[in-house]
């Protein structure tokens, strides 16, 4: 079994500055690796998939890295509208614990 | 617009039964493999189970095989969830889910549509 993990567990950060969330996997996965944001109360949004690329409507400001075991979402120019909690899922199997994005 | 909308969520004692279903609409639902994924109270995501578009493949997390099934029906475009010998740690949101992709490996394009979950509470 492929065990994801996500860190940090918490990100605090400003509108306006970078976020940098990292997954790793326990074995490759090529780059078969998803990102997905979730907001309280709702259903998850695909983000990006196969690593680097973005979903339908996603903003630019988004972007995804890696190969293998590491893979990087990175969003710039923080907006309000970012800060939620963010999980990987590798192929169509387990997710990571996740990773929130708050506003420090 | 596509769109997945999930309904029997209850409350069930420890050891009964539910069957969760979800409609899927706005896309031809044959071409799709479909997922369950759950979300316990306060808790990070779980995938449950996936199937195929024809049915031909299914898969389970662990945790479920042998206690759950999941199977669809493409002429009625839904996927069922048969959950029996319900445990406490079952309690949970659960989420249908639509792949992108009509081909394999069906999962590279991601899950882009989910339906916004029926919730399923075990406790005595």
Redesign the interface.
Known sequence: EIVLTQSPAILSLSPGETATLSCRASQSVTRYLAWYQQKPGQPPRLIMYSAFNRATGISSRFSGSGSGTDFTLTITDLEPDDFAVYYCQQRSNNFGPGTKLEIK | EMQLVESGGDLVQPGGSLRLTCAGSGFTFADY?M?W?RQAPGK????VA?IKQDGSEK?Y??SVKGRFTISRDNAKSSVFLEMNSLRVEDTAVY?CVK??GTRD????????V????TTVTVSS
């Not at chain 2, 990070?44 to 995938?47: A, H, K, N, R, Y």
């Not at chain 2, 490996?105 to 882009?112: M, S």
């Not at chain 2, 989910?114 to 979950?117: E, K, N, S, V």
């Open positions: 493999s997922s994924v990070g995501l779980e995938w996936n898969f997390v662990d989420y792949w992108s490996p069906y999962y590279y394009y991601g899950a882009d989910w339906g916004h979950g």
